[in-house]
C-alpha cells in the first residue's frame, strides 16, 4: 500500500488536526500556500469574530477560492467580519472575487464592514518588522512576521495572544486614520 499524499496535503491534515483538537501549540507558518491551509481552518473554526488586518486582500492568498468560500461560509452563519486593509486600491478590488462577493453581503447588510488606513503593524521596532494578521474569536490567530515571504506565527488556542492581537486590531480600527470603504459603491 502507498501513500499519495503531497506533503500540501499532509500539512492540510496536520493543521485540521491541530484546530479541531483546540492544540495550544504555536507554530510557524511560511508561503502563500501553507497560509492558505492555516487561514481557511482559522475560517472554519469561528463562530462569531473575524478581524483581518492585511495589505490589500484581492491578490494572492485573499483571491483564492477556498479562503473565499471558507469566509463566506463564515458570513452566511451570521459572522461578525472586520477588516482593515493598508495597501487598498479600489480598481484592482473592482476585479477580485471577494470584493466582489464582500460587495453582495454588504447589499444583504450581513454583519460586515472594511476600512482602509495607511498604519501600519510592526512586530518588533529594531529591525522593524512589518506585520499582518487575522485572528478569530479572541482564541485563533495568524501573524504574519514576514509580509513578503508570508512567514507567520499561528495557533488555534491561544487567548491570551489572540486577545492582545484582537485588542490591537481595535486600536487601528477605530483609529482616526481608519476610513470606511462603501463595499456598494465599489462595482
Avoid at 485540521?16 to 483546540?22: E, S
Avoid at 453581503?105 to 512586530?123: D, G, S
Amino acid at each position: 500500500m502507498t501513500c499519495n499524499k503531497t506533503l500540501i496535503d499532509e500539512y492540510r491534515d496536520f493543521v485540521k488536526y491541530l484546530a479541531d483538537t483546540k492544540d495550544t501549540r504555536i507554530f510557524l507558518n511560511s508561503d502563500e500556500d501553507h497560509a492558505l491551509e492555516v487561514l481557511v481552518q482559522l475560517f472554519h473554526q469561528a463562530t462569531s469574530s473575524i478581524k483581518i488586518f492585511a495589505g490589500c486582500l484581492y491578490e494572492h492568498v485573499g483571491n483564492q477560492s477556498e479562503y473565499i468560500s471558507a469566509l463566506s461560509d463564515f458570513i452566511e452563519k451570521g459572522g461578525e467580519l472586520r477588516i482593515l486593509l493598508n495597501n487598498y486600491n479600489q480598481e484592482k478590488a473592482r476585479e477580485s472575487l471577494l470584493f466582489k462577493r464582500l460587495a453582495m453581503y454588504a447589499k444583504q447588510n450581513k454583519n460586515i464592514e472594511v476600512k482602509e488606513t495607511n498604519a501600519k503593524a510592526f512586530f518588533r521596532t529594531e529591525p522593524k518588522q512589518e506585520i499582518h494578521f487575522t485572528v478569530v474569536d479572541n482564541i485563533g490567530y495568524r501573524i504574519e512576521t514576514n509580509i513578503e515571504k508570508r512567514t507567520a506565527r499561528c495557533s488555534f488556542n491561544d487567548s491570551k495572544i489572540a486577545t492582545a492581537t484582537a485588542e490591537f486590531f481595535d486600536k487601528l480600527y477605530t483609529d482616526k486614520r481608519a476610513q470606511h470603504i462603501d463595499l456598494n459603491n465599489i462595482f
